[in-house]
């Protein structure tokens, strides 16, 4: 038995996010005094929140979101609205988004009451599922709130490799925290101090990423992204990850 059916819960972590994240356009970093590259607005924010920039923001994005898949929308959504959520001026945008959503219809009209009401009524998801892996990155890099990682580090400690999608997790775990690991420095600060206080084999799993985050990546990547003509076995794919 291949591994054809079990990658691609793995194939959207982490490439969700960037997905969206490549759509910011040089009006977004021109006006106002942005210093802020327009690609690294959303992926960064967290370094230089830029609180009067997120609706222009989300109005940039809007002008795409047909072409977008669900999972890109919710990112979508949910970082800004976690942006807004931990806003000094949260009060302030949400006005804004109220007064602008007459502009809109059908979908984006949609997407800005989504935002409304998740930044009214923030709730952090629970590191449940590859599309919540996603989600929480996207709130990492609004806020910049630690425990977002380590609540997808807490994967690391899996022990059961007979539980098929668990190992999945782990996986998409590994792959999004090295790669994300290999961009910010607060990453990497946060892994280390988690490193620090653990123990067996989440502290192995953790020092494998702080040696080499490149690494980790590329493997995790390769062994997802297999040939059509040697596609995994299950047992291959497990020792791969494992």
Do not use: C
Not at 62 to 84: D, E, P
Not at 124 to 153: C, H, M, R, Y
């Amino acid at each position: 038995m291949t591994f054809k059916k079990f990658n691609v819960k793995i194939s959207n972590t982490l490439f969700l996010v960037l997905f969206i994240f490549s759509y910011h356009s040089e009006a977004i970093a021109n006006s106002e005094g942005s210093e802020l590259n327009p690609e690294t607005f959303m992926t960064f924010y967290y370094l230089h929140p830029q609180s009067f920039k997120l609706i222009q923001s989300l109005q940039h994005d809007l002008r795409y979101t047909k072409a977008w898949r669900l999972g890109q929308i919710n990112l979508l959504i949910h970082f800004h609205a976690a942006a807004i959520n931990g806003s000094d001026d949260r009060g302030v945008l949400l006005q804004r988004l109220h007064g602008i959503r007459e502009q809109y219809s059908g979908l984006n009209r949609k997407i800005i009451d989504r935002v409304i009401v998740e930044a009214e009524n923030f709730i952090s998801p629970q590191a449940t599922s590859s599309d919540n892996f996603d989600l929480l990155w996207a709130e990492f890099f609004a806020t910049g709130n630690p425990k977002a990682v380590e609540d997808i580090a807490a994967y690391l400690q899996l022990s059961d490799d007979k539980d098929r999608l668990k190992v999945i997790y782990l996986a998409a775990a590994e792959w999004s925290l090295a790669a994300n690991a290999a961009q910010h420095k607060k990453v990497l600060e946060i892994l280390y101090d988690l490193s620090d206080s653990s123990t067996g084999i989440m502290k192995k799993r953790l020092q494998k990423i702080l040696d080499n985050p490149q690494a980790v990546a590329s493997k995790m990547t390769y062994v997802s992204h297999q040939p059509k003509n040697h596609k995994l076995s299950w047992e291959e794919y497990k020792n791969a990850v494992w």
